[in-house]
């Protein structure tokens, strides 16, 4: 009987032994998981960090870029004024300055005349 219970725990205490080391494997193996993890976790972290640092420097060039955009516009609204102000001054001009085609005839035949009159006075005061 103490040989069979001897025997009974001795196979007890090897097979605490066996669970002892299997535990001890699951515990190397659940650091080593948790090691990778946290691994893991600072790639992701540091990957984060630097889509959101791009991501803000994305917004700043997009604001510099909309406010060199807000100035052109600016510039560009005051080129039109100016030009629509030169071609107000320039239609003004031409209409102070115009003569109707009437007048021009009117004119060249008044110098006709006065050609006519001055070979004629010429022709005379030979």
Known sequence: LESQLE??????????SQI???LEDERNKSASLQ???E??????????QDAVQQLEDERAKSASLQENLNQLQQLLE???KRSLSVQEETRLMIER???????LQ??????????????RQKDEAQ
């Open 97 to 103: 300055d115009f003569v109707p085609r009437s007048s």
């Open 78 to 80: 005051e080129e039109q």
């Open 35 to 37: 090691e990778d993890l």
């Open 106 to 119: 009117q004119i060249n035949e008044t110098n006709n005349s006065l050609i006519e009159e001055l070979k």
């Open 39 to 48: 691994i893991e976790q600072k790639k992701t972290l540091s990957i984060q």
């Open 7 to 16: 025997s009974q725990r001795s196979a007890f205490d090897e097979k605490v």
């Open 20 to 22: 002892d080391q299997l």
